[in-house]
């Protein structure tokens, strides 16, 4: 497959894409994270007017979490997060994966002793089929195949919950692990990763709870483990396919970019990080960063026409454009 592409990185105050552009027909994806159900959502009244196909809830979908990790609040906090979600948003039939607060305890991985009631929990909120395989399996990943015109598009949903090894250092400052068998996916995940990257297709969209490509900061990222980083990375290669990968998790989304390889972080739908966060940590940068991180809520679009155009998008919670970055395949 010719993976020659032609990249076109847009800033502010850069902000609409050409008129001509909105009248070709497109695949529409929506991406967010970090969705407290205690707080305001009116920035689903901005994601209503991008007319998605799709969107895709990338973890801390509610925070239903304790300190103790007993799930005695997760399923009051699906009810609600139930009756905020508005209709139309609905009728996409969602995708989603979890991240730590909707798994149960924070930055828990495969030790956390209620994940099996988690997994159960999260399975009949998002309405997910009786005969899929996350019904039999452990764990939430999935994939699915979305169909745009002639074109295949691969999107796979990674847990890096279920199976994930214990973190080195300390919360917030975080290490990055020298025990190569330390693992993110487990095996049987790798396994079936490992498959699905090799499939025919035109496009693949692959989603993490966690950053991939960051490396300079305290918190959780697959930097923590760099050798199944680098795995991951290795395997995208080899894959022969088209790859963008998506994020949430931070409360602060950006655009990162290794070799021909992008990442979106979109985080936090309605709890961006207060302000005073910002200045005792100060702005947050890394190598593979373009641009500036953005600390206001926001939400990630994905679109892909029929004239052969990728765009990827980073919006605050009115729609405005924060980044974006155009890829001619």
């Not at 994806?29 to 007319?51: A, H, P, R, T, Y």
């Not at 799930?71 to 994966?97: C, F, G, H, V």
């Not at 890096?160 to 020298?178: D, P």
Request: proline share 3%.
């Amino acid at each position: 497959m010719n993976k020659n592409i032609l990249v076109f990185v847009i800033s502010l105050p850069l902000l609409l894409l050409a008129d001509e552009d909105q009248e070709i027909n497109s695949f529409i994806m929506g991406f967010g994270s970090c969705l407290d159900e205690e707080k305001s959502q009116e920035i689903w009244k901005s994601l209503e007017k991008e007319n998605l196909d799709t969107f895709f809830f990338m973890g801390d979908n509610v925070y239903g979490d304790t300190e103790s990790g007993v799930l005695t609040k997760m399923e009051d906090s699906y009810k609600q997060q139930e009756r905020n979600l508005p209709p139309w948003l609905k009728r996409l039939n969602p995708l989603a994966i979890w991240d730590d607060h909707d798994y149960g305890l924070n930055d828990a991985g495969k030790d956390y002793p209620f994940k099996r009631e988690s997994q159960e929990l999260f399975l009949k909120f998002w309405k997910i089929n009786k005969d899929d395989p996350r019904h039999q399996r452990e764990g939430i990943y999935f994939s699915e195949v979305k169909k745009f015109n002639d074109k295949d598009i691969l999107i796979i949903g990674l847990d890096t919950r279920y199976f994930r090894s214990s973190l080195e250092g300390k919360s917030k400052n975080y290490l990055s692990t020298n025990d190569s068998k330390k693992t993110i996916l487990g095996n049987d995940q790798w396994d079936w990763l490992t498959e699905e990257l090799h499939r025919d297709v035109d496009l693949v969209i692959l989603v993490s709870s966690i950053q991939i490509l960051a490396t300079n900061h305290g918190f959780e990222k697959w930097n923590n483990f760099p050798h199944e980083r680098q795995r991951l990375l290795t395997l995208i290669k080899k894959s022969d396919n088209k790859v963008v990968l998506v994020s949430g998790d931070r409360h602060k989304g950006g655009i990162y970019k290794q070799n021909n390889l992008y990442e979106l972080t979109s985080s936090s739908l309605n709890k961006p990080l207060p302000v005073f966060f910002q200045g005792f940590f100060g702005k947050e940068t890394d190598p593979l960063l373009i641009g500036e991180m953005q600390y206001v809520a926001n939400y990630g679009v994905v679109t892909i026409d029929e004239m052969g155009l990728l765009k990827i998008f980073l919006k605050d919670k009115n729609g405005k454009i924060l980044q974006a970055v155009k890829i001619e395949l």
